[in-house]
């Protein structure tokens, strides 16, 4: 994958650092720096800490690290966090001076992970440690692009038996709070930041979750991305059908009414796909960034929406005894549980999840 540096207008002696012992771990595992931000798969965005502005995508698939000197105080994961979720990067390296301690840097998640690499920015030990919390972003293909195709069955227009028992899952777990997000982000961010959270991540917050379930051989009905799941329930817009994954096109191929006004479909779609086509005993998987103990779990940290997340999970589901009625854990991220309905997956997770992810 190529990656870049951008925002050259902050830069520090542990920035100038980091980023030749960045450059020379990339180097190594065979990935190219390039000039141009918009051409790079992975960007390394240096933001300032006390005014973090996000990296402008442009609706493209790209992975952003953010970087950011800062001094650390004992809690560092209460102002990382902050900083991580206003610049909307991917991760953060967070690192600076410490009160009467070594110098320290962070790589802080949007699912509350905080975990320290050893040392101050040099030796080729420190970097390879960055560049393993690095590698799930820069070794990922991330599909997010979505093509709609006004050629929805009529009889399908007002639903199914299936639509509607999906959109009576993501009520119950509403009501079992786990959407919006099991994480205490209100209790880390203060009220501008939450503000700023709701506001670019959708009400609700961060990890919404996805449901799906499959309507024939190859096609499956899922929830949008960004709708509070709640109030789940209009087909076409917020319930989709999925017929598939484009590689021409790089994107997910949905079916919706003419005339529709569709919002984009779960992240996590290219995933299902994945799962659904490799598995045709599987009826319907609910996600949710919640924990399920001693459950077979996924050994790398893939992003969501990524080829490599769903080959994971595939792979998971390929070593389960029942693929159709498990659960599986995403590591650092929450579980996906398959089932031939979803009154079915319902009844096996409740009483058993626990709200907080285990940080690994």
């Given at each position: 994958?190529?990656?870049?540096?951008?925002?050259?207008?902050?830069?520090?002696?542990?920035?100038?650092?980091?980023?030749?012992?960045?450059?020379?771990?990339?180097?190594?595992?065979?990935?190219?720096r390039?000039?141009?931000?918009l051409?790079?798969g992975?960007?390394?965005?240096?933001v300032?800490?006390?005014?973090p502005?996000p990296?402008?995508?442009?609706?493209?698939?790209?992975?952003?690290?953010?970087?950011?000197?800062?001094?650390?105080?004992?809690?560092v994961?209460?102002?990382?966090?902050?900083?991580?979720?206003?610049?909307?990067?991917?991760?953060?390296?967070?690192?600076?001076?410490?009160?009467?301690?070594?110098?320290?840097t962070?790589?802080?998640?949007?699912?509350?992970?905080?975990?320290?690499?050893?040392?101050?920015?040099?030796?080729?030990?420190?970097?390879?440690?960055v560049?393993?919390?690095i590698?799930p972003?820069?070794?990922?293909?991330?599909v997010?692009?979505?093509?709609?195709d006004?050629?929805?069955?009529?009889?399908?227009?007002?639903?199914?038996?299936?639509?509607?028992?999906?959109?009576?899952?993501?009520?119950?777990?509403?009501?079992?709070?786990?959407?919006?997000?099991?994480?205490?982000?209100?209790?880390i961010?203060?009220?501008e930041d939450?503000?700023?959270?709701?506001?670019?991540?959708?009400?609700?917050?961060?990890?919404?979750?996805?449901?799906s379930?499959?309507q024939?051989?190859?096609?499956?009905?899922?929830?949008?991305?960004?709708?509070?799941?709640?109030?789940?329930?209009?087909?076409?817009?917020?319930?989709?059908?999925?017929?598939?994954?484009?590689?021409?096109?790089?994107?997910?191929?949905?079916?919706?009414?003419?005339?529709?006004?569709?919002?984009?479909?779960?992240?996590?779609?290219?995933?299902?796909?994945?799962?659904?086509?490799?598995?045709?005993?599987i009826?319907?998987?609910?996600?949710?960034?919640a924990?399920?103990d001693?459950?077979?779990?996924?050994?790398?940290?893939?992003?969501?929406?990524?080829?490599?997340?769903?080959?994971?999970?595939?792979?998971?589901?390929?070593?389960?005894?029942?693929?159709?009625?498990?659960?599986?854990?995403?590591?650092?991220?929450?579980?996906?549980?398959?089932?031939?309905?979803?009154?079915?997956?319902?009844?096996?997770?409740?009483h058993?999840?626990?709200?907080?992810?285990?940080?690994?």
């Amino acid at each position: 994958m190529r990656y870049a540096f951008v925002a050259d207008d902050i830069r520090s002696p542990w920035h100038t650092r980091l980023e030749a012992g960045i450059d020379e771990v990339m180097t190594v595992h065979g990935h190219e720096r390039v000039d141009d931000a918009l051409a790079a798969g992975l960007v390394f965005h240096r933001v300032c800490p006390d005014a973090p502005r996000p990296f402008r995508r442009r609706s493209r698939a790209t992975f952003v690290v953010g970087v950011a000197e800062a001094p650390l105080a004992a809690d560092v994961l209460r102002p990382a966090y902050a900083v991580l979720v206003r610049s909307m990067s991917n991760l953060l390296i967070y690192g600076g001076m410490a009160d009467d301690r070594d110098p320290g840097t962070y790589m802080v998640t949007p699912e509350l992970g905080c975990y320290p690499a050893a040392g101050a920015p040099g030796g080729a030990a420190f970097f390879e440690e960055v560049y393993a919390r690095i590698a799930p972003l820069a070794t990922s293909h991330l599909v997010i692009d979505n093509l709609f195709d006004e050629d929805l069955d009529p009889e399908l227009h007002g639903g199914t038996r299936v639509t509607g028992e999906l959109s009576e899952a993501a009520h119950t777990l509403d009501r079992w709070a786990l959407f919006p997000a099991p994480y205490p982000v209100a209790e880390i961010l203060g009220p501008e930041d939450y503000r700023h959270l709701r506001h670019v991540f959708g009400i609700g917050g961060l990890s919404y979750g996805n449901l799906s379930a499959r309507q024939d051989r190859h096609r499956f009905w899922m929830s949008a991305s960004g709708v509070d799941k709640g109030k789940v329930g209009t087909v076409g817009r917020d319930v989709l059908l999925v017929k598939g994954y484009d590689p021409a096109a790089d994107a997910i191929r949905l079916s919706v009414p003419p005339g529709a006004a569709p919002l984009r479909v779960s992240v996590d779609a290219v995933e299902h796909w994945q799962v659904y086509e490799r598995h045709p005993e599987i009826g319907a998987m609910i996600h949710i960034h919640a924990w399920v103990d001693d459950v077979p779990t996924t050994e790398i940290n893939y992003p969501c929406g990524t080829v490599e997340m769903g080959r994971a999970m595939a792979d998971l589901f390929d070593a389960a005894p029942h693929a159709e009625r498990t659960i599986i854990g995403l590591r650092n991220h929450g579980i996906t549980a398959t089932g031939p309905d979803f009154p079915d997956i319902l009844a096996r997770l409740e009483h058993r999840v626990r709200t907080q992810v285990p940080m690994t």
